[in-house]
Nanobody, 120 residues
Framework: QVQLVESGGGSVQPGGSLRLSCAASGSIFSISVMRWYRQAPGKQREWVAEIGSGGVANYGDSVKGRFTISRDNAKNTVYLRMNSLKPEDTAVYYC??????????????WGQGIQVTVSS
């Protein structure tokens, strides 16, 4: 069973920075696709960023140029560096791990979520 534990959240003023971490248990991390999502109160969960097993990263339009996703396979950890934070970035942030079970089916695991609040 894979477990994901997020850390690094908290409160910050607009324009500030935070770095989220997500540590995964198990031995499958290096072959997985790692993603960050977020969910603000009253809104649907939003995809934020992802990074493949080869290190290729993609970002949602709302965070492109401000957030950076990275991974350290030796530490089974994915990071989300968030710069130039805005009040609208306030949300619970979740990391997810996706592994392929076969050519057609994959499985997703989720962390418990961590609060990020951007406010003056």
């Amino acid at each position: 069973q894979v477990q994901l534990v997020e850390s690094g959240g908290g409160s910050v003023q607009p324009g500030g920075s935070l770095r989220l971490s997500c540590a995964a248990s198990g031995s499958i991390f290096s072959i997985s696709v790692m993603r960050w999502y977020r969910q603000a109160p009253g809104k649907q969960r939003e995809w934020v960023a992802e990074i493949g097993s080869g290190g290729v990263a993609n970002y949602g339009d709302s965070v492109k140029g401000r957030f950076t996703i990275s991974r350290d396979n030796a530490k089974n950890t994915v990071y989300l560096r968030m710069n130039s934070l805005k009040p609208e970035d306030t949300a619970v942030y979740y990391c997810s791990l996706q592994i392929p079970l076969n050519a057609y089916v994959s499985r997703d695991y989720w962390g418990q979520g961590i609060q990020v609040t951007v406010s003056s």
